[in-house]
């Protein structure tokens, strides 16, 4: 049980990459808090895993201090937090991406950690220190034309990550970030424009050495990894798990 005792909250868990970590968490000991702005998905992957669930929108700041202040109440702390919710872009040109949908992909994809940081970080000062994983992507490490906001709000993901590693280190607290490649969740689509064919997705995954997309058991095994004390001495590190997609 390799997070044996240990409080964690996943952010987005109620589908994809979060579900995958919240499970795989839970699976190696770890107690944990479901967040999701999806009622409904969220409620079911706690009631799988015998968590607990909190609604939240992420960039939103009186829901995200809900949300830690769920986790502590429930299970008396915590020590890891995944901020893995994120929105995409729907692949177009970049100037045809109107002001609401950029304003929303920072907030959700950026504004969120320092939301997410502002709350979460005195609850793991106080247990002594813990870990920090942020699910940024290879988008910010090597962009995809006609998804140039979401590249950049991923890449502030990559580089905020190593900033966070430096400023709280002296709190023991660990922060990496994971930058995985297109995976099939829901977000796949939006990708490719908005139609998800057997062309276009053969075309993209064309783009990985490996020859596939990545999986939630992909990410979560990354994560895993990464928040466990086999990793304590690892931190500001972003981890491509990407099939050699960045090589």
Not at 77 to 90: E, K, M, S, T, Y
Not at 121 to 128: H, K, S
Not at 197 to 204: G, I, L
Request: glycine residues 10%; hydrophobic residues 50%.
């Amino acid at each position: 049980m390799r997070l044996e005792n240990k409080v964690a909250i996943v952010t987005g868990a109620g589908s994809g990459f979060g579900a995958g970590i919240a499970r795989r968490f839970a699976a190696e000991g770890a107690k944990v808090l479901v967040a999701d702005i999806d009622t409904a998905r969220g409620e079911a992957v706690a009631a799988e895993i015998g968590g607990r669930f909190a609604q939240a929108d992420v960039s939103d700041d009186a829901q995200v201090a809900a949300m830690v202040q769920a986790a502590i109440q429930a299970f008396g702390g915590l020590d890891i937090l995944v901020n893995n919710a994120g929105v995409p872009q729907r692949n177009m040109p970049m100037l045809e991406v109107d002001e609401a949908t950029f304003d929303r992909i920072f907030a959700v994809n950026v504004k969120s950690l320092y939301l997410t940081a502002k709350y979460a970080v005195p609850a793991i000062r106080a247990r002594g220190g813990g870990a920090i994983v942020n699910i940024g992507s290879t988008a910010g490490l090597r962009p995809r034309p006609g998804l140039t906001w979401y590249n950049g709000s991923k890449a502030a993901v990559n580089l905020l990550s190593k900033s966070m590693a430096l400023e709280l280190a002296p709190d023991r607290i660990r922060v990496t970030a994971i930058a995985p490649v297109a995976g099939d969740t829901p977000m796949l689509a939006e990708f490719l424009g908005g139609a998800l064919t057997d062309e276009a997705y053969a075309k993209f995954r064309a783009t990985v050495p490996l020859g596939r997309l990545s999986t939630p058991e992909d990410i979560a095994n990354a994560a895993l990894y990464l928040a466990s004390d086999e990793a304590e001495f690892i931190t500001g590190v972003c981890l491509e798990v990407d099939g050699g997609r960045c090589v």
